[in-house]
């Protein structure tokens, strides 16, 4: 029997806070497709680090239109499916140490589930494992999703 890729299909409940200060509710759903080995290392946790948080973390912080980025030294315009989100901010927002969210990334990457450059400033997180997202019954397509063979 071959590993055919796992598809799971998650929604949540996003909180936006925009320039006015009130806070919207957009619901959002996206589909995560996964192969069993991308699976079992997320599922996993080794000293008590949860990799789906991480990955959680990164599809929160992607951008879901064309979104221009700037801080001192450095500017981007971010694609769908992009994050922008230092290991610093990771590590400080999950509560781990910077070298694990490095390790977890580094190993992210090798098995194709995100794509990360980094600057001197930040880094950019491109992913991979998203093939779309349902926002309020208009679906967008993530052009960076790699479809896994059968």
């Not at 080794?46 to 929160?60: A, P, Q, S, T, V």
């Amino acid at each position: 029997m071959r590993n055919a890729p796992l598809i799971y299909s998650f929604g949540c409940t996003i909180y936006k806070t925009p320039s006015n200060r009130q806070t919207m509710k957009t619901n959002l759903n996206y589909c995560i497709v996964l192969s069993s080995e991308q699976l079992s290392y997320l599922a996993g946790s080794k000293y008590g680090i949860d990799r789906m948080k991480i990955l959680h973390r990164l599809i929160e912080a992607a951008v879901l239109k064309e979104t221009k980025y700037a801080i001192k030294g450095f500017s981007t315009t971010l694609q769908v499916g992009q994050a922008i989100l230092s290991e610093v901010d990771l590590s400080s927002k999950l509560g781990y140490d910077k070298k694990t969210i490095s390790r977890v990334l580094d190993k992210m990457n090798q098995l194709g589930i995100v794509a990360t450059t980094q600057s001197n400033r930040t880094s950019v997180h491109t992913l991979k494992c998203i093939s779309a997202w349902m926002q309020e019954g208009n679906r967008i397509d993530n052009p960076f999703y790699v479809r896994l063979k059968d």
